[in-house]
């Protein structure tokens, strides 16, 4: 199984291409983060926090009933991706990282 996780303010479609070319050697999953994308809104706005998000795609794999996963994550998805291959027991075989840094600075 291959899990895509997109970035802060993007969506599972960003892995449209990608999904297609390796379609023929993955179970290919792309799912929304929570939040301002095609999901809807939680109600408990401290959920929008990366162990929030670690736990959410914990429960994803179980329930995805993944013995082994290779996950590419884009910046808040990398981030995720990494939570994710911390927990005990982590399916997570393989992790790619594309563009992934240590903070978000809330300076402009």
């Given at each position: 199984m291959l899990v895509c996780v997109h970035g802060l303010s993007r969506q599972g479609r960003?892995?449209?291409?990608?999904?297609a070319a390796l379609?023929?050697?993955y179970r290919?999953?792309?799912p929304d983060v929570v939040g301002p994308r095609q999901s809807d809104w939680l109600?408990?706005?401290m959920g929008y926090a990366i162990p929030a998000y670690v736990a959410g795609h914990g429960h994803l794999l179980a329930r995805l009933d993944a013995d082994v996963v290779d996950?590419?994550?884009?910046?808040m998805?990398?981030?995720?991706?990494l939570g994710v291959s911390a927990l005990p027991k982590s399916p997570v075989r393989r992790l790619v990282l594309n563009d992934v840094g240590p903070v978000i600075s809330r300076r402009r």
């Open positions: 960003d892995f449209d291409t990608l999904s379609r023929g050697h290919v999953v792309c109600a408990d706005p996950w590419v994550g884009t910046s998805g990398g981030l995720i991706g």
